[in-house]
């Protein structure tokens, strides 16, 4: 499989090099895809156009759309069982689906300030750990549908870097490693 950026799933048939099948439903480009390890027949994608899109890999339709972004989404992942998606984006929103009923996520946990970009179940299930753009590291527990770990990977220095740019001169060169030092 493969997505893009002009809105297309590519289903291969790789011991071949030959494109199977050509998945068209989002209205912008694509910026993740999951395989459902668990019933093998699904995948989840998504994408800038905010939407979460579940599809069925034999009939090549999209069997779902989960609409719980208001802005960018980056990541979607199912569960190892395949009951479950967590998804992250732009609008600095985890939202945990159920598959038994897509209609609104189960939770939604608002308590990142920042542009989630990644996320992904631990061996559980119980709990989904995600990153942001500016460095953090959170676990959510499912359960109690809150975040349990938080670590901030660059403390200060994504300030002190925004600092130094806005007062260099254009052709200054800014040496990032004495953020570190």
């Not at 011991?15 to 998945?23: D, F, I, Q």
């Not at 910026?31 to 459902?36: C, I, T």
């Not at 809150?146 to 901030?152: A, G, S, T």
Request: with cysteine; proline share 3%.
């Amino acid at each position: 499989m493969s997505v893009s950026h002009d809105a297309t799933i590519r289903i291969w048939d790789a011991p071949k090099y030959k494109c199977r099948a050509v998945l068209k439903g989002h209205e912008q480009g694509i910026w993740s895809v999951n395989y459902d390890g668990a019933k093998g027949t699904r995948i989840v994608t998504c994408s800038p156009d905010s939407l979460v899109k579940i599809w069925d890999i034999k009939s090549g339709k999209c069997t779902e759309t989960l609409k719980g972004h208001s802005h960018y989404c980056y990541k979607a992942v199912f569960d190892s069982d395949g009951a479950n998606i967590a998804s992250v984006g732009a609008d600095n929103v985890l939202n945990f689906w159920d598959l038994r009923n897509t209609k609104a996520p189960v939770f939604q946990n608002k308590q990142s300030n920042t542009c989630l970009m990644s996320c992904d179940f631990l061996q559980n299930d119980q709990q989904i750990l995600v990153t942001s753009m500016e460095g953090e590291i959170s676990i959510f527990s499912v359960k109690r549908q809150e975040r349990i770990f938080y670590h901030e990977t660059l403390p200060g220095i994504i300030e002190a870097e925004v600092a130094l740019r806005k007062n260099a001169k254009p052709d200054d060169d800014i040496d990032l490693n004495l953020l570190t030092k």
